[in-house]
Antibody, heavy 121, light 110 residues
Framework: QIQLVQSGGEVKKPGASVKASCKASGYSFSSYGISWVRQAPGQGLEWVGW????????NYAQKFRDRVTMTTDTSTTTAYLEVRSLRSDDTAVYYC??????????????WGQGTLVTVSS | QSVLTQPPSVSAAPGQRVTISCSGS????????VSWYQQVPGTAPKLLIY???KRPSGIPDRFSGSRSGTSATLGITGLQTGDEADYYC???????????FGGGTKLTVL
């Protein structure tokens, strides 16, 4: 079965960086994209960006464009999300989700369990 | 504030039918396919509907979706207590070049 298993929670100080991982299994990794979606405490879903697992193309939401980097490692079928210059309002659960291998994603059919990133001094 | 607009909450009795609306604009719902997600608090979202009205394997036909103009609707029939959750609509926004979601609707089964 399709599984996305994410790394554990992190506590970071403002200004630091965090790198979360998402290990995929149960499907052809390079045939799909991986999107990252975050959810602040008590809030709704917010799309962070997308990466193609076939060629590494990326598309980031405008508000994250200068602070976020998404990468994949096809040898280990793992996707990564790095967020730099963390602020307190980056505190959220970050989900990876499988999506189409095209930039205009409009569905996410499998989700990781989420990685809680807490930014606090 | 979310790009797509959903009612904050809806409620209905067990066995009844409920609909959840999702309103957008020509740059998102008006020109792109819509998906719907169910999220039980403390867990990851789950895909219920994709490409406006298609159900993934394992999703019962009690769940349905439709899109017309710049709005989309999720319908749930035969409500069960297990359907209590938050529901989100999502799509692509061609102007923002970004994925967008509604603010979420909390369903209470009375």
């Amino acid at each position: 079965q399709i599984q996305l298993v994410q790394s554990g929670g992190e506590v970071k100080k403002p200004g630091a960086s965090v790198k979360a991982s998402c290990k995929a299994s149960g499907y052809s990794f390079s045939s799909y994209g991986i999107s990252w979606v975050r959810q602040a405490p008590g809030q709704g879903l917010e799309w962070v960006g997308w990466i193609s697992a076939s060629n590494g193309n990326t598309n980031y939401a405008q508000k994250f464009r200068d602070r976020v980097t998404m990468t994949t490692d096809t040898s280990t079928t793992t996707a990564y999300l790095e967020v730099r210059s963390l602020r307190s309002d980056d505190t959220a659960v970050y989900y990876c989700a499988r999506s189409g291998d095209y930039v205009n994603v409009n569905w996410f059919d499998a989700w990781g369990q989420g990685t809680l990133v807490t930014v606090s001094s | 504030q979310s790009v797509l607009t959903q009612p904050p909450s809806v409620s209905a009795a067990p066995g009844q039918r409920v609909t959840i609306s999702c309103s957008g604009s020509s740059s998102n719902i008006g020109g792109n396919l819509v998906s719907w997600y169910q999220q039980v608090p403390g867990t990851a979202p789950k895909l219920l509907i994709y490409e406006d009205n298609k159900r993934p394997s394992g999703i019962p036909d009690r769940f349905s979706g439709s899109r017309s103009g710049t709005s989309a609707t999720l319908g749930i029939t035969g409500l069960q207590t297990g359907d209590e959750a938050d529901y989100y609509c999502g799509t692509w926004d061609s102007s923002l070049s970004a994925g967008v979601f509604g603010g979420g609707t909390k369903l209470t089964v009375l």
